[in-house]
């Protein structure tokens, strides 16, 4: 059974530009939700994708937007990056049904650690 | 909004010491709460969880309890080992489908 992956690992941006992050969903899982941990802080929800569509969204702004492929694979898109946008990005993978009750078990990966100069 | 608040850390203890990570949250209605772990190098993992007051959860020695009348779920060990030197966070979820997590509290255990 393959884990949750990540890529890339590392990668450094100046203010402006625009990044793009991408996630492997692990074998079997649905539903794809992002994080934001900035350093010495928990993770923050950006959104949640959950058969190629969004499915939840936390406050971050609209220049933060993603997708979900028919793979269940995601992207996450910053535009327009800021210093703040320095951070280290989670992939999150489960597997959701309609109707049913959330359990909160996901399975991360390693995460994207963002660097905005 | 929902809230999780953690013990500040870093939380350094020796070996076989008794361990208590404390962990309140703020929440409307009946959250499920969660302990995740992040070792070095690693992606977080779940440690435990509860759904429903008074509730434990338990894994891998770990033990935390759903108290709704304090708002609470304190993470429990009775003798770490240093191999246990991770960061640890509390969170919780509701039918929102979004994690709620702590500013997490980073464990050194020192043989």
């Known amino acids: 059974e393959t884990g949750v992956t990540q890529s890339p690992t590392h990668l450094i941006k100046t203010r402006g530009q625009q990044v793009t992050l991408r996630c492997s969903s692990q074998s079997g899982h649905n539903t794809v939700s992002w994080y934001q941990q900035a350093l010495g802080q928990g993770p923050q929800f950006i959104f949640q994708?959950?058969?190629?569509?969004?499915?939840g969204r936390g406050n971050f702004p609209p220049r933060f937007s993603g997708l979900q492929f028919p793979n269940y694979s995601s992207e996450l898109n910053v535009n327009a990056l800021e210093l703040d946008d320095s951070a280290l990005y989670l992939c999150a993978s489960s597997l959701e049904a309609s109707g049913r009750s959330y359990t909160g078990e996901l399975f991360f990966g390693e995460g994207s650690r963002l660097t905005v100069l | 909004g929902d809230s999780v608040t953690q013990m500040e850390g870093p939380v350094t203890l020796s070996e076989e010491a008794f361990l208590t990570i404390n962990c309140t949250y703020t929440a409307t209605g009946y959250p499920s709460l969660f302990w995740y772990v992040q070792y070095p190098g690693e992606g977080l993992q779940l440690l435990l969880k509860a759904t429903k007051a008074d509730d434990k959860g338990s894994n891998k020695g770990f033990e935390a309890t759903y108290r709704k009348e304090t708002t609470s779920f304190h993470l429990e060990k009775g003798s770490v080992q240093v191999s246990d030197s991770a960061v640890y966070f509390c969170a919780l979820v509701k039918a929102a489908q979004k994690l709620v997590f702590g500013q997490g509290t980073r464990l050194t255990i020192n043989p």
């Open positions: 994708y959950y058969r190629e569509e969004e499915n």
